[in-house]
C-alpha cells in the first residue's frame, strides 16, 4: 500500500481540498464537462477524509467549480493563442492543475501561494524551467 502524503494546513489553505475534490468527483460523472485526471491523482495521494466535503458540499458548489476551471481554461487559451510565450502567474495556486490543462508547451507558469500550500503542491507538481513555484503571501511585500 502506497503512504498517503499528511495533510498540514491552516484552516484557510486547506480550503484547497474544495476545488481539488470537485475536479476529481466530476469524472464519476456519466459526461463529465471537465477532465482533470490530475486531480484525481492527487485525491487518492492524500491523507485526508474526504466524505466530510461529500457531506457537507452541494452539487451546486462542485459545479460552480468545475465552471471556474472550464472559464480559466478558456481564458487563458485564447490569451496564449496570441501570446504563445506568455508568463502566466496563478495567485492562490493552491492544487490546481490549469497548467496541465493548457499547457501548450511555451509558457512559463508561476505557481504563487503560502509557504505551507507550496510545500504541499511540490508532492504534486515539480519545478522546471518552464513550471515555478513562489512561496509567500499575495499580501506580502518584497
Known amino acids: 500500500m502506497v503512504k ?7 484552516k484557510v489553505q ?14 464519476q460523472k456519466k459526461d463529465p464537462r471537465l477532465v482533470d485526471e490530475m486531480a484525481v491523482e492527487i485525491l487518492n495521494k492524500i491523507d485526508y ?8 458540499i452541494s452539487w451546486l458548489s ?5 465552471a471556474l476551471s472550464l472559464h480559466v481554461d ?3 487559451l485564447e490569451f496564449i493563442k496570441n501570446n504563445p510565450q506568455a508568463a502566466i502567474v496563478n495567485i492562490g495556486c493552491g492544487l490546481d492543475t490549469t497548467f496541465e490543462r493548457i499547457d501548450n508547451g511555451q509558457i512559463i507558469f508561476y505557481d504563487l501561494d503560502l509557504p505551507d500550500v507550496i510545500n504541499l503542491r511540490k508532492n504534486f507538481f515539480p519545478e522546471n524551467k518552464r513550471r515555478k513555484t513562489i ?6 511585500e518584497r
Not at 462542485?62 to 468545475?66: G, H, P, S
Open 49 to 56: 477524509d474526504f466524505t466530510i466535503i461529500t457531506k457537507n
Open 62 to 66: 462542485q459545479l460552480a467549480w468545475i
Open 4 to 10: 498517503k502524503i499528511k495533510i498540514e494546513l491552516g
Open 74 to 76: 478558456k481564458t487563458i
Open 14 to 27: 486547506e480550503t484547497l481540498l474544495l476545488p481539488l475534490w470537485g475536479r476529481a468527483i466530476e469524472l
Open 135 to 140: 512561496s509567500c503571501s499575495f499580501f506580502e
